[in-house]
């Protein structure tokens, strides 16, 4: 089936640092979605992207559809302790009309 | 305010027992998903429905079971036969192209 490969699995930050994670498939995709979970809650979307070399940002978050539509990255700038979750991407042509997640990069972030 | 509703926020079971897990949204939204998390993996889909009365298998069905009488409402029963069901279980809705809205979850417990 399809999958998503994402990383770094876990990342370890100073506040005010600038974070950088990825996600990359052997598929083509049209639909890149980035969400953020906090611990014990469900995922809320932070980012969608829909065309291949799109760019997009939401306050201190910038998400990018990769050019040969096979990855995307999500960017975290001036980190501060509330960015602490679980990030996800998620592309959105199941088989089953479904998305596909990827594992998640897991985000500590140290006052 | 429209969003989804899961309940109860905790739960749990004892060996043998069935458990419904409650998932109830006013978005008005035709498609409605269970996903499992267990740490480090991801979001892994359980059943889905596109219309109400109708529902299809995701990839992990085994032990489990739906039902989709009202629009508003896709509970999920985790059987006897399930036997290894202590995860967190989101619920999510969707209509049309965009990405999911997700409940705030179910963490469910064997003891």
């Known amino acids: 089936g399809q999958q998503l490969n994402q990383s770094p699995q876990s990342m370890f930050i100073q506040e005010g640092e600038d974070v950088s994670m990825n996600c990359t498939s052997s598929?083509?995709?049209?639909?890149w979605l980035w969400y953020k979970q906090d611990p014990g809650e469900g995922p809320v979307l932070l980012i969608a992207l829909y065309k291949a070399g799109e760019l997009t940002s939401n306050g201190r978050l910038t998400a990018q559809f990769g050019i040969t539509r096979k990855d995307s990255f999500l960017n975290i700038s001036a980190s501060i302790p509330s960015d602490v979750g679980i990030y996800f991407c998620?592309?959105?042509?199941?088989?089953?009309?479904?998305?596909?997640f990827g594992k998640g990069t897991k985000l500590s972030v140290k006052p | 305010d429209g969003g989804i509703t899961q309940s109860p926020k905790y739960l749990f079971r004892k060996e043998g027992q069935n458990v419904t897990l409650s998932c109830e949204q006013n978005l008005n939204h035709d498609a409605m998903y269970w996903y499992r998390q267990d740490p480090g993996q991801g979001l892994r889909l359980i059943y889905y429905?596109?219309?109400?009365?109708?529902?299809q298998k995701g990839d992990i069905a085994e032990g489990y079971s739906v039902s989709r009488e009202k629009k508003e409402s896709f509970p999920l029963t985790v059987t006897s036969a399930q036997k290894n069901p202590t995860a967190f279980y989101l619920c999510a809705s969707r209509t049309g192209f965009r990405g999911y809205t997700f409940g705030s979850g179910t963490r469910l417990t064997v003891v």
């Open positions: 429905s596109q219309i109400v009365n109708d529902f």
């Open positions: 598929s083509i995709f049209n639909t």
């Open positions: 998620a592309e959105g042509e199941g088989s089953q009309g479904n998305l596909i």
